[in-house]
């Protein structure tokens, strides 16, 4: 009970002598402390607990008023207001009245016009006997789709300065250290890729430092090859994803991208992309590394050994491309993994079959 929030009274109690309700008790909390008192006014609830102790409710008799019916697009809604009466079977007198209200509402279906719906026109042009209308078609609302994943890469996966820095990135994959830019769109929407950072020699990771408040179009950053350096997305890299997503730092969930390119796999190297198919869930599965918005090491841990286990340096690419599909869907990440080649302007969405076969899916059919 919420003794320390409310100051209410939640409880009536009549009290009967001689067949007749005397009076009527009411429960009161002040403070931490219940009291019960009698009411100073209570005629009310007098008459209310005497009828519905003492009276016949055979007696009882409801009456329907039919208040409105009208026709709403394909729908037939009637309102009725329903009245209960207590009544002295002996005098007559009302001895008390409740009354509440009730919708229904029936499908009729769509009517389409026949007439013209266009009020300049002047409805000719019809068919039939008389003409019914000059040809335009009846108006339904439809829900808007989300995009799909080949869909989300087109604003920035394909812009011309996300490719000439994926490209660039590929330049610095025989480095010993990584590369990333932080994309991010200026008023206009052109994409800016002026911030740019490396990381420290020899280890994984980057620095790259901008203002809260901002907001960015991708992240995408290169491998180098060096041991336990993994061959795709790392899971540091998930959680600069999930970081950006919890303090809002994504301008675009339906455009966003995330890029890596690698020394691994081709004899070029490979490079991906990871998009948010799912915002909902992607935000569910971010929010869970963070309480009170401070990263959660225990949990990023947990997820980590997960993750370890499955995609690492010890596997071929392909493996981990594998590994790393079964993990975003085993933990409905809500993201969905890319592969382009080396150019970066064909890209494949990367699914499972039901044999658990990684099949592409060309975004440019």
Known sequence: ???????????????????????????????????????????????????????????????FQNTNSQLARGMTCITREVIWT?????????????????????????????????????????????????????PIDEQPTEPQPCEKIQAVGKDSVTKNSMKNLKTKTNDNKEHAYFLWQDNSGNIQNDIYGTGPVGEAGVRVQFNAGDKFAAFIHSHYQASQILSTFSFDDFITLCTMIQHNAIKDVNTFIAGVVTPYGSPQGNQYYMVIDDPSKFANFASQFFINGVYDKSTGEFFNNIYDQRVNYKNTATENEKNLVNFLQLFDTGLQLMKGDNEMNNWSLLTKNNNGTIVPINCNN
Request: net charge negative; glycine share 8%; proline share 5%.
């Open 1 to 63: 009970m919420t003794f320390d929030k409310f100051d209410e009274s939640f409880l009536e109690v009549p009290i009967i002598k001689n067949n007749k309700v005397e009076h009527v008790m009411f429960v009161k909390r002040i403070d931490n402390t219940i009291y019960f008192r009698r009411k100073t006014d209570d005629a009310s609830s007098i008459k209310f607990f005497q009828a519905l102790i003492f009276k016949d409710r055979d007696h009882l008799k409801p009456k």
């Open 86 to 138: 207590w009544t002295d079977t002996v005098t007559g007198e009302v001895l008390y009245t409740q009354s509440y209200y009730t919708t229904t509402c029936v499908q009729t279906g769509f009517e389409i016009p026949s007439t013209c719906l266009d009020p300049s026109g002047d409805c000719t042009g019809g068919s039939g006997t008389p003409p019914v209308g000059g040809g335009y078609t009846y």
